[in-house]
């Protein structure tokens, strides 16, 4: 456990200094506009919202915990497809879950996956409550600079959803521009970990 421990310790240290070193080569030689395209915009702009009217009723709609505004977008999405699953990743209370969906969503469609401490579990623990077959789909609802971790995390599950992005567009640019890097690291010690296959997931269409 201690040798794993230092192991895992060593690849994030590697992670994090090869995300700094990178960063710090933009910050030299790109504008600051151009530099948050690279690291912001590149994450936000990687997947767009799939047509709902040529997939038809989803089996399901997965949130992840992190901004109201995924359980708020989750909440309007399972109003709008009454028989849709409805499955939360997030440590709350089923009252806690309504009051974030917003109301008008009937308590015996919604799952709780309360146990995941990161990204990686929340792909797995819903996976194991979901059970999806090769006919089902589902929409994963996060955080556009969040989707690329994600859906490559769903992915490595065997659980290849559909990415629904959430835009965070009242955040700060630097907030953003924050939450951008700890995604680039993260994507970074994933892919080192062995818990994506690629560094980068390739859009359900390419």
């Known amino acids: 456990m201690v040798r794993y421990a230092m192991i895992k310790a060593g690849i994030f240290l590697f992670a994090a200094t090869a995300l700094a070193a990178s960063v710090g080569a933009l910050m030299v030689t790109a504008t600051p506009g151009r530099l948050d395209r ?6 936000e702009n990687r997947f767009s919202r799939p047509d709902l009217t040529s997939l ?6 997965i949130a992840l915990a992190g901004d109201d505004a995924r359980f708020k977008e989750a909440g309007r999405l ?3 497809y009454p028989d849709a699953r409805v499955l939360l990743s997030d440590k709350t209370t089923m009252a806690g879950a309504l009051a974030q969906l917003g109301g008008g969503v009937d308590p015996a469609r919604i799952e709780l996956e309360t146990k995941s401490r990161n990204t990686y579990e929340d792909a797995r623990f819903c ?6 077959t090769a006919q089902q789909w589902w929409l994963l609802v996060t955080s556009a600079v969040h989707m690329s971790r994600a859906l490559a ?3 490595a599950a065997g659980f290849d959803v559909e990415p629904w992005p959430v835009y965070d567009d009242g955040l700060p640019a630097t907030v953003k521009f924050t939450q951008a890097i700890h995604e680039w ?4 010690v994933y892919r080192a970990l062995g818990r994506t296959d690629r560094l980068l997931p390739k859009s359900p269409a390419a």
């Not at 996976?127 to 999806?132: E, G, M, R």
């Not at 690291?185 to 970074?188: N, P």
């Open 78 to 80: 399972a109003r709008l």
């Open 153 to 155: 995390s769903f992915r």
């Open 38 to 43: 690279m690291v912001v915009a590149t994450l």
């Open 56 to 61: 038809g009723t989803p089996t399901g709609i």
């Open 127 to 132: 996976a194991n409550l979901a059970k999806p």
């Open 185 to 188: 690291l993260g994507l970074l």
